[in-house]
């Protein structure tokens, strides 16, 4: 029973991250009906910019909480004008263009940010230092760490965030409007190009955080491909539990890190991806939509 | 997924890429193509070589998941080369390595022995470390009749690849016994549990070998399981592991893998010393893993604290050149291509088959890591040494003879 319990912790603990990566990707769909393939690189990218703002600031032999918290913006911030300068400079100018267009350009992108990271970051694995002390905190038969729990009150604290910003404030207001119809928004006042750059801003944000979490979750070890293996996963994330929906997005990555962490706890682990996406078809043939998703028949 | 539909555009590209580069560079005044010297009448076309010298290929990951692998092992080769070359050289001409990079992945290590063979038209290979890529390279090397020696893969499926494939290190079934050995009759271990990387030869193999040896000494495997090369979280299998509570974990991956395995496993509470392979030596593993693998043992070619006058000898050189002490992969690289060049100084010439036979007749060629002599299998027998993690040094333990 207690190892059932910890392999719970641990699915968790991985789900959340799958999670907060699925959140970028949904916001970007809800607005725009684009799927930004880019949106794990730029978790890439966020995850260096941790790591040369915390090898900067000496954070690895002093850990403190100023320093946790400097890392964790500057991540945040690196993300978030990256977001803004491909949005600017890729996907606007490709807005009118045909939908299939702007899906290659995305993939073109993610590519870009890979490959060039591995150009300018150098192709080797880094260490991001620990920020803040990794302790072990044991309850019972329970062995969690203080990264594990962070992990897990960042992702809840930014979707809650998210959530709040999307639905009570006007700017969340004009953002559900443009994601409705852009025109119509346009027509009733939206600066629409402003609240799309805004939607990447934020989504990619969100990817910069996670890029922080995410070294966290693996010890540190950050290279340039980092952002495919759990880029790939948040998107199935965030179409099980319903792409576009911001809850959805935090079911959708709970239940595959978890499902994952089982796997691999009783069966071989080359089982888990053929779980995962045996799970992902399931959900899909009963609820085509997603577990959480609206499903919105094409008029014409 | 997607990373696998991403290589073959790379691929493509990169190809392209090479395509035009050729074009560029071969009419390049500064790079006369020199007619191709022949060695006697009769004889097959041999292989061109540019401007005298003999034209070693090496491949290597020089970056990438198992960049230190490539780094160690190049430099040995460089020392090995550059002591030969004061020496005089060989058959009186000057030695070339040529090295490229695999970037730690398997297709690439293929393309870069297709590259040094076909194009560059070197006379022999060396490489890789890991058994994956020299597996998949050595075909190709095979095909076209060019020697292949690979300092340290261990699998015991490369030298079955082709009578032109020989190692210099020893292979699994023996290195798997060795830890097993240890674990049971100096450790005095009953219950150890397995974490294999599936997607890795050397570490399914020496995992396989490991186990029958444990098995056989009186021992039991609690738990065997598994991940794939790259995983980060290897927190499921752990809590697995930790529930069948054993006395330490064979974990035969590489460094990068284990050190975060190490990690996990103490924050989870597993405090069981770990043991594994030659795949752990690399000075990454405790700038990675640090604290938590403190205590832990892995198999290795030799030891940089051997008193044996050649090894220090070695050593010395090594820490003179490169400012920092040789470990077991760069021990194996420099005994690569000292045994390669002593095959060709034997058989006078440069041609493939002549130091083909040269090689296979290898009998205790004393090198840095061991006597060397090449068996009817074209793998040396040799001894392997234990050491011990402690404070960010590799100790030495104990040695086992074969």
């Not at chain 1, 199935?236 to 709970?254: E, F, K, Q």
């Not at chain 2, 190692?167 to 271990?189: E, H």
């Not at chain 2, 036979?357 to 009817?376: P, S």
Request: aromatic share 8%; glycine share 10%.
């Amino acid at each position: 029973m207690s190892t059932f319990i910890q392999q719970l912790a641990n699915g968790v603990s991985l789900g959340s991250i799958y999670a907060l990566i699925a959140l970028g990707y949904t916001m970007v769909f809800g607005v725009l009906k684009l799927i930004n393939f880019a949106h794990s690189d730029v978790m890439m990218v966020g995850a260096y910019v941790a790591f040369f703002v915390a090898t900067g600031l000496n954070a690895g032999p002093d850990p403190s909480i100023a320093s946790a918290l400097i890392t964790f913006l500057a991540a945040m911030a690196g993300a978030a004008a990256l977001g803004i300068a491909i949005e600017r400079l890729v996907y606007r100018p490709l807005r009118s263009a045909s939908r299939l267009s702007l899906l290659i350009a995305a993939m073109g992108m993610s590519l870009l940010l890979e490959y060039g990271g591995q150009v300018v970051f150098g192709p080797q694995h880094r260490r991001v230092p620990d920020v803040i002390t990794d302790e072990r905190i044991v309850l019972g038969d329970l062995n969690l760490t203080v990264h594990k729990l962070i992990i897990l009150g960042v992702s809840v604290v930014l979707m809650l965030g998210l959530h709040f910003f999307v639905n009570k404030t006007r700017t969340g207001t004009a953002m559900r409007a443009v994601s409705q119809n852009v025109d119509a928004a346009k027509l009733m006042g939206v600066n629409t190009d402003f609240i799309i750059g805004l939607t990447f801003a934020i989504g990619s944000a969100l990817a910069g955080a996670a890029g922080l979490l995410v070294a966290f979750h693996q010890q540190g070890d950050i290279d340039p491909l980092m952002g495919v293996y759990p880029g790939l996963k948040a998107f199935v994330a965030a179409v099980l539990g319903g792409i576009g929906s911001i809850y959805g997005a935090m079911l959708g990555g709970l239940l595959i890190g978890v499902a994952e962490t089982f796997v691999a706890a009783y069966l071989p682990s080359s089982f888990r991806d053929t779980i995962t996406f045996s799970i992902l078809i399931l959900v899909l043939l009963v609820r085509p939509a997603g577990l959480l998703g609206k499903f919105k028949p094409e008029k014409v | 997924m997607l990373n696998r539909c991403r290589f073959p555009i790379v691929l493509a590209f990169s190809a392209l890429f090479a395509s035009f580069a050729c074009k560029k560079s071969n009419p390049a005044p500064d790079a006369p193509r020199t007619p191709p010297a022949r060695d006697g009448v009769g004889a097959p076309p041999a292989r061109p070589v540019a401007g005298g010298d003999i034209v070693i290929g090496e491949f290597g990951s020089m970056t990438g998941a198992t960049a230190t692998f490539g780094e160690m092992t190049h430099r040995g080769i460089e020392l090995a080369i550059e002591e030969v070359n004061a020496a005089g050289g060989v058959l009186g001409r000057k030695v070339r390595v040529l090295l490229e990079d695999d970037q730690s992945e398997t297709p690439q290590a293929v393309s870069a022995v297709k590259k040094l063979i076909h194009q560059d038209k070197v006379v022999a290979v060396l490489g890789e470390v890991a058994s994956k890529r020299s597996i998949a390279a050595a075909p190709i090397a095979q095909r076209a009749k060019v020697p292949m020696v690979s300092p340290s893969s261990t699998n015991p499926e490369l030298t079955e690849k082709g009578d032109y494939i020989f190692r210099v290190c020893f292979i699994d079934p023996f290195q798997g016994t060795v830890m097993a050995k240890f674990a049971r009759n100096t450790l005095k271990f009953d219950k150890i549990a397995v974490l294999r990387d599936v997607k890795n030869d050397y570490s399914v193999g020496l995992a396989n070998f490991f186990t029958e040896q444990f098995k056989a000494l009186g021992g039991t495997v609690t738990l065997d399981k598994s991940y794939s090369e790259g995983d980060k979280d290897f927190n499921a299998q752990l809590t697995a592991i930790k529930a069948t509570a054993p006395q330490g974990i064979f974990v035969p991956g590489y460094y990068t893998d284990v050190a975060i395995v190490a990690q996990q496993a103490k924050k989870l509470g597993l405090s069981v010393p770990l043991l594994g392979g030659d795949g752990w030596d690399s000075e990454k593993l405790w700038e990675i893993g640090g604290e938590s693998l403190e205590g832990s043992y892995f198999s290795n070619h030799y030891s940089k604290d051997d008193q044996s006058p050649r090894v220090q000898k070695f050593v010395t050189a090594f820490k003179t050149k490169y400012q920092k002490p040789p470990d077991g992969l760069a021990a194996m690289g420099y005994d690569a291509a000292k045994v390669l060049v002593d095959a060709m100084t034997r058989a006078g010439a440069t041609d493939g088959k002549k130091v083909r036979d040269a090689l296979a007749k290898t009998t205790k060629y004393a090198g840095v890591t061991g006597d060397i002599t090449i068996n009817e299998k074209r793998d040396a027998v040799k001894p392997a040494v234990v050491l011990k993690v402690t404070k960010g040094q590799f100790q030495y333990v104990e040695t086992i003879q074969p």
